[in-house]
T-cell receptor, first 112, second 112 residues
């Protein structure tokens, strides 16, 4: 079993739609959780950290369920510019700064 | 540009040759990481340094791979006797301890 599992997609959605991505992780001792965004042939960039209380950044909402070892990302009012691969990332140590374990990524295509 | 830089951006080599990649981190960052990413997969951790000390190495880092960070600034990753399975994007990232990792643009290696 992979340490971080994601549906690879692609998710094809119309502009303005709401889309949700899910991710599960196997290491129950993991401490920090993130969503990274990766554009085609570019490096990954941090989209947002994920906290147990849930957190929101504009159109993006991330949730963490430690009991189920499950992380989600919700994108509202999708834009064409949201088209990218979204990587679920887990760091087993508090505060990050150590090795990151990435999922395979979920590909999103937002269409007119 | 004060971000993470990597050189070369692309490298094509023949099987059996040695290759060396360089990473220049963000200058204030004392942590430096190497990851490898193959097509359709998320990045996989290889190794990381705090200053000049190599603190952790993945099982993926076979004895053909060696990484150094001699003065705690730039780092090199050398692959000896390259194999076709080494073809991948090699990503470098840097950070402060416990903080966001910033990735460089990567070196794309093709082994013929």
């Amino acid at each position: 079993r992979k340490e971080v599992e994601q549906d690879p997609g692609p998710f094809n959605v119309p502009e303005g739609a709401t889309v949700a991505f899910n991710c599960t992780y196997s290491n129950s001792a993991s401490q920090s959780f993130f969503w990274y965004r990766q554009d085609c042939r570019k490096e990954p960039k941090l989209l947002m950290s994920v906290y147990s209380s849930g957190n929101e950044d504009g159109r993006f909402t991330a949730q963490l369920n430690r009991a189920s070892q499950y992380i989600s990302l919700l994108i509202r009012d999708s834009k064409l510019s949201d088209s990218a691969t979204y990587l679920c990332v887990v760091d087993p140590r508090e505060g990050g700064g150590n090795k990151l374990t990435f999922g395979t990524g979920t590909q999103l295509k937002v269409e007119l | 540009d004060t971000g993470v830089s990597q050189n070369p951006r692309h490298k094509i080599t023949k099987r059996g040759q040695n290759v060396t990649f360089r990473c220049d981190p963000i200058s204030e960052h004392n942590r430096l990481y190497w990851y490898r990413q193959t097509l359709g997969q998320g990045p996989e951790f290889l190794t990381y340094f705090q200053n000049e000390a190599q603190l952790e190495k993945s099982r993926l880092l076979s004895d053909r791979f060696s990484a150094e960070r001699p003065k705690g600034s730039f780092s090199t990753l050398e692959i000896q006797r390259t194999e076709q399975g080494d073809s991948a994007m090699y990503l470098c990232a840097s950070s402060f301890p416990g903080d966001e990792q910033f990735f460089g643009p990567g070196t794309r290696l093709t082994v013929l």
